[in-house]
């Protein structure tokens, strides 16, 4: 039986401009970059996809390495496309980026036009469509002139491969920069998507003031701190979960101290009505335009979807939540 998308489902989504654009980005994103790789069940990936839109989320967030193995995301999102949205490709916003190691030898990598533009025309081709909404630089190069990177992204909508241009994982000085060479050569700089959550709050030391004064909208990747701000680890790493892996990253943030924070956090969700999860991304949405969410199953979706039910903070909860992941809590 065909995929037939809900017919309700642009009532309770929130969408909200992307800075002075003419963009409107779902508060809530579905990120790929784990879960929709070769290694993952598709079906599982079908459905989530599918709830996603059902729920309003329209923005699909993908990179050239996402997978594993790296291209296999949008391999497999590009089957969804062709299968499940096949009709709604103009009801969608599709993102891709490029900036990290992606095949070998010296044109791979970073963010020279060569490897941009050929990383674009490769990802264009597994997802099986003519263009993205928005191409990003995935990060700054230190080694190109930024000019030479910001080229590329103007050469990419000028080609008719990308709508919309952004950047990732830039800092306040260097998207600034960005912006006054885009804005020249006549392709304003839509977004930028930097790591932001609670446990990690580095776009509010000047990034967030160059973003509003700029009039760049933001979305933030690792809102939960890879599952940190989850009841998921209150009482011990499960065995079935990422962090139980091997060389994951998450495990240097599960320190008790962290530990006892979230809990301490989770008090005020429960007052609020809310999971810790849910007001975490809450919380983040003061700041940003949108959050991007990972899952691994649609209650995870449905779930975080809910967290828009509560978007407001008194001053003295915001108070509090900042003494919490200000001060040590030991136990």
Same mark, same amino acid.
């Given at each position: ?8 489902? /642009? ?5 909200? #401009? ?54 296999? !995301? %949008? ?20 993102? +891709? ?9 010296? /044109? ?7 490897? =941009? =533009? ?11 469509? &003519?263009?993205?909404?928005?191409? /990003? ?16 992204? &103007?050469?990419?909508? #000028?080609?008719?491969?990308? =709508? ?22 006549? +392709? ?23 973003? %509003? ?6 979305? !933030? ?8 701000? +989850? ?31 979230? #809990? ?6 429960? #007052? ?29 979706? %449905? ?13 003295? %909860? ?14």
């Amino acid at each position: 039986m065909s995929y037939i998308p809900d017919e309700n489902r /642009y009532n309770n989504m929130i969408y909200r #401009r992307c800075g002075r654009s003419g963009i409107m980005l779902p508060a809530i994103s579905l990120g790929l970059w784990h879960n929709f790789g070769g290694y993952d069940v598709f079906e599982n990936m079908r459905t989530m996809a599918r709830r996603a839109f059902d729920l309003g989320i329209t923005h699909f967030d993908l990179a050239n390495n996402y997978g594993p193995p790296p291209g296999s !995301a %949008e391999e497999n999102f590009g089957r969804i496309l062709k299968t499940d949205f096949r009709g709604y490709r103009d009801e969608l916003l599709i993102s +891709t980026k490029a900036g990290y190691t992606m095949w070998p030898g010296p /044109y791979g990598d970073w963010g020279s036009r060569k490897y =941009l =533009l050929s990383s674009l025309d490769q990802s264009l081709k597994r997802m099986g469509i &003519d263009y993205v909404d928005i191409f /990003y630089s995935h990060r700054r190069d230190p080694n190109t002139p930024l000019e030479e990177t910001m080229m590329a992204l &103007d050469q990419a909508v #000028r080609q008719g491969k990308a =709508l919309y241009v952004g950047i990732s994982n830039y800092n306040a000085e260097d998207t600034k920069k960005a912006a006054e060479i885009l804005r020249k050569l006549g +392709t304003p700089l839509l977004i930028n998507q930097p790591s932001y959550s609670m446990f990690n709050r580095w776009i509010e030391d000047g990034l967030t003031d160059v973003l %509003e004064k700029e009039g760049i909208g933001s979305i !933030a990747f690792s809102p939960l701190a890879q599952g940190l701000l +989850t009841d998921k680890y209150l009482n011990g790493i499960p065995d079935d979960s990422r962090a139980a892996k091997k060389n994951t990253s998450l495990k240097g943030n599960l320190t008790e101290e962290n530990i006892n924070k979230v #809990r301490e956090l989770k008090k005020i969700a429960d #007052r609020r009505g809310q999971s810790i999860a849910q007001m975490a991304l809450a919380w983040d949405l003061r700041k940003v335009t949108s959050v991007i969410i990972g899952a691994s199953r649609v209650s995870q979706i %449905e779930e975080n979807v809910r967290a828009l039910d509560n978007l407001e903070f008194s001053d003295d %909860e915001l108070k509090e939540i900042d003494e919490i992941l200000s001060k040590k809590i030991m136990r």
